[in-house]
């Protein structure tokens, strides 16, 4: 494995490190009554608003590692991402298969392949083939299940989650789902049946980009997606997982904006376990091309900027 990897978990580590989150309520000893009401009133909204011409020191001092760099800056920082990947992680990973329960969606997006106007074979497992499919990747040695469905609340309702998470936790140690965006008392039932991890990507923080390639459904409404995580939360998850994808805008300002979230996160769910993704868009059916490609060579060759410095961080 090269050494400049991506780990999401030591970019939550680094960050962690990096953030005085004293007074802000993120011990419990020390979370006053006034710290927690500021901390429930927190919106990144304002925050990613204003990220421009307003950003924290830990994430202006990330951004600076995102600048262009000769090979020789490169391969030491790609040297720094190993050294504490090693010093906080050893030679360990931490896996997880997907579980595809639907390509069901009411969302028409420009770049997806479950958009509601693709003429694809449209599918939803029963909670039957859903445990069928489970043993397959139980046999395979997984235990750790991401339940995946498209945006279609009449196929992948909050009491179907509820059924297969009940199905399948009794033979996995950790069930998550990244589904359409829910109420948190909708979220509640499901965290009762045991699932206990929430991932919801934003896909691109830019308004603009982000209103023109969403064209109709749910989906559309940029803020109920953006504090998505904090309705998981207050629900319960034990894991959150952000995330956006790679090619909907310029990487370089969805790395930054992401690392902001993270750290605005950091405090606002600080009970929480957080990951982080930086998926690249492919192609897919509805022939979108990225609009902002990122290269192989600029994702895991020569000068992967994001990835060694979300891990250098």
């Known amino acids: 494995m090269p050494p400049f990897c991506f780990s999401a978990l030591q970019f939550i580590d680094a960050l962690i490190n990096s953030i005085d989150l004293t007074g802000c309520g993120a011990q419990a000893s020390g979370c006053g009554r006034e710290e927690c009401a500021e901390i429930q009133s927190m919106s990144f909204a304002a925050i990613l608003d204003n990220i421009a011409m307003s950003r924290s020191a830990v994430v202006r001092g990330f951004a600076s590692l995102l600048t262009p760099k000769t090979d020789a ?65 139980s046999a395979a040695g997984f235990r750790q299940l991401l339940l995946v469905a498209g945006e279609h609340p009449r196929f992948v309702s909050r009491d179907y ?82 995330g956006a994808l790679l090619g909907l805008a310029p990487w370089r300002e969805e790395a930054i904006a992401l690392a902001a979230h993270l750290e605005y996160l950091l405090k606002r769910c600080w009970k929480s376990s957080l990951t982080v993704s930086v998926p690249r868009l492919r192609p897919a059916a509805g022939e979108f091309h990225a609009r902002f490609p990122i290269s192989d060579r600029d994702l895991a060759s020569r000068r992967p900027y994001a990835i060694c410095s979300y891990k250098s961080w």
């Not at 997806?112 to 497992?125: A, D, H, K, Q, Y």
């Not at 998470?165 to 996995?172: I, S, T």
């Not at 509640?188 to 934003?202: D, N, R, T």
């Open 161 to 242: 989650l509820a059924e297969c998470a009940r199905a399948l936790r009794d033979n996995f140690s950790s069930i998550s789902i990244e589904v359409a965006p829910m109420e948190t008392e909708e979220y509640i039932p499901i965290v009762e049946a045991g699932a206990e991890g929430l991932v919801v990507y934003q896909e691109t923080y830019n308004r603009a980009i982000y209103d023109q390639l969403h064209l109709a459904g749910p989906k559309k409404d940029f803020a109920w997606r953006l504090a998505c995580p904090e309705r998981g939360y207050d629900a319960g998850f034990r894991r959150i997982g952000i």
């Open 73 to 137: 800056e490169l391969d030491a920082l790609a040297d720094r991402a190993r050294q504490l990947t090693l010093q906080h992680f050893g030679r360990t990973m931490r896996l997880f298969a997907p579980l595809y329960l639907s390509n069901e969606c009411i969302n028409s997006c420009r770049y997806c392949g479950f958009s509601r106007e693709n003429p694809i074979l449209r599918v939803t497992l029963s909670v039957d083939e859903v445990a069928k499919e489970a043993r397959h990747l």
